[in-house]
């Protein structure tokens, strides 16, 4: 069975500072999607990146990128220039590539402290 | 605002209640779900819709009763809750395979 570890239940990080929230996954399968998922406070979850596992190129989007290791099986998330508007639960998840598959698996989730 | 809404915002009912909670999407999406997150614990799956038909039931207990009229509204009926059920209740919509928009969730408390 698929897993997703989000072994840091709570982060800080200076305004304007970069900070790289962890995750990890087990899977035996080959081919797979992995996400992240931002929930601020009493807003609504917002996917933030995502990456295609038979891509190399990590993904990115604006400020937040990823460090995608496949073998290592692990799934970063780097936020840059962090912004008060960042602090949030963050959640990472996967999900096989199998077409017609709604099942996502979830982290725990991370709470991310923007510290001004 | 993501385009997804759920009512109510906030729900406390007692063990022998019957309620019901709403999700209405107007994005087009032909898919929506119902997702539990309780605290510490990662977010579950209980119900997704495909253009109207359930592909999804995540060995969910019968007292969490889906429906999905069309694929822009979605309920979840609720009767004879446990306090454990007490949770945030989210629901979510997408085009493809997969939650891309969530609504703002329903807290529940059951007592």
Known sequence: AQTVTQSQPEMSVQEAETVTLSCTYDTSESDYYLFWYKQPPSRQMILVIRQEAYKQQNATENRFSVNFQKAAKSFSLKISDSQLGDAAMYFCAYRRASSGTYKYIFGTGTRLKVLA | ?111
């Open chain 2, 1 to 111: 605002e993501t385009g997804v809404t759920q009512t109510p915002r906030h729900l406390v009912m007692g063990m022998t209640n019957k309620k019901s909670l709403k999700c209405e999407q107007h994005l087009g999406h032909n898919a929506m779900y119902w997702y539990k997150q309780s605290a510490k614990k990662p977010l579950e799956l209980m119900f997704v819709y495909n253009f109207k038909e359930q592909t999804e039931n995540n060995s969910v207990p019968s007292r969490f009763s889906p429906e999905c009229p069309n694929s822009s509204h979605l309920f979840l009926h609720l009767h004879t809750l446990q306090p454990e059920d007490s949770a945030l209740y989210l629901c979510a919509s997408s085009q493809d395979t997969g939650p891309r928009y969530f609504g703002p969730g329903t807290r529940l408390t059951v007592t």
